[in-house]
Nanobody
Framework: QEQMVASGGGSVQAGGSLRLSCVVS????????MGWFRQAPGKLREGVAG????????YYADSVKGRFTISQDNAKKTMYLQMDSLQSDDTAMYFC??????????????????WGQGTQVTVSS
């Protein structure tokens, strides 16, 4: 059973940066897709960035494109989300998720059914 632990959240002013990390443990050989999701109070969880574990084009939601960068270090079993030019609308609990094949980045985010605990990001204007 996979376990994922997210960290790196915090409070920053608008325009600032944070780097989130998601460390995966357990059996990771079946992971095909990983992603970062967020959920603000009163809103549905949304996927913001995703990556195929074996390479390929990452996915970014329009709201974060050009500001967030997703990356992975397979040797460290860690996924990152570099968040720059943060805005107040980015305030949310951020979660990392994983999926086996078949999986989809964006859209319905099909296949994602493994979730880590969240890390809070608060951006003040």
């Amino acid at each position: 059973q996979e376990q994922m632990v997210a960290s790196g959240g915090g409070s920053v002013q608008a325009g600032g940066s944070l780097r989130l990390s998601c460390v995966v443990s357990g059996n990771t050989t079946t992971r095909a897709c990983m992603g970062w999701f967020r959920q603000a109070p009163g809103k549905l969880r949304e996927g913001v960035a995703g990556i195929y574990t074996r390479g390929g084009m990452p996915y970014y939601a329009d709201s974060v494109k050009g500001r967030f960068t997703i990356s992975q270090d397979n040797a460290k079993k860690t996924m990152y989300l570099q968040m720059d030019s943060l805005q107040s609308d980015d305030t949310a609990m951020y979660f990392c998720g994983a999926a086996r094949l078949p999986c989809m980045l964006g859209g319905t985010w099909g296949g994602f059914n493994y979730w880590g605990q969240g890390t809070q990001v608060t951006v003040s204007s």
